[in-house]
């Protein structure tokens, strides 16, 4: 078995074209149907890669080791870096679930519609949520994600509240009205 150039302690998937280090999945860029290692796709194709790309890849690679990031990778797939500040529950995914899911971009929510997963997906949702959102749909900040989440838990939690307040007065007026 042979490892990464990089990362010594992972398994190598490929060697790069431009100087046959062996490459990790990790560092394994694959640009124009060839294999890169960082430092040769950077020198091949500055200036020539998607800026969102790059931007994620840096702030993947500052993550990673612990280097503070102000990059937003928002919006950017499996490729964007999931801030601290929004990991956690989300009470609007969890209340609103399709609702939430089609105004934040998260497709999965849909899955609320199929039996017996109709159970189980809100809670998915509020416990992943927030990452899928920030994922899926581009935003300006990591304030106005949280912003819009909290909105979306206001929301949820007054047509929960609502829905429980409109059930306790039909059964007030059920039994008020059974004797006539």
Excluded at 26 to 33: H, T, Y
Excluded at 98 to 117: E, H, K, T
Aim: with cysteine; glycine share 12%.
């Amino acid at each position: 078995m042979a490892n990464c150039a990089y990362h010594p302690d992972r398994e190598a998937v490929g060697s790069c074209v431009g100087c046959g280090r062996l490459v990790c999945a990790e560092c394994k860029i694959v640009l124009r149907g060839k294999t890169y290692c960082n430092p040769c796709a950077e020198k091949q194709f500055a200036g020539k890669l998607e800026t969102g790309v790059a931007r994620a890849e840096t702030a993947v690679a500052r993550a990673e080791t612990g280097v503070p990031t102000a990059e937003n990778t928002s919006g950017q797939g499996s490729l964007a870096v999931i801030p601290q500040e929004i990991r956690g529950w989300n009470w609007g995914a969890f209340f609103l679930s399709w609702i939430w899911g089609i105004g934040n971009s998260v497709w999965m929510a849909l899955l609320v519609f199929i039996p017996f997963i109709s159970w189980i997906m809100p809670f998915v949702l509020g416990a992943k949520g927030s990452e899928w959102a920030w994922r899926s749909k581009r935003w300006d900040s990591i304030e106005h994600f949280k912003r819009t989440q909290s909105t979306w838990t206001k929301w949820g939690l007054g047509i929960f509240l609502g829905g429980i307040a409109f059930y306790i007065l039909m059964a007030i007026i059920v039994a008020l009205t059974e004797g006539y």
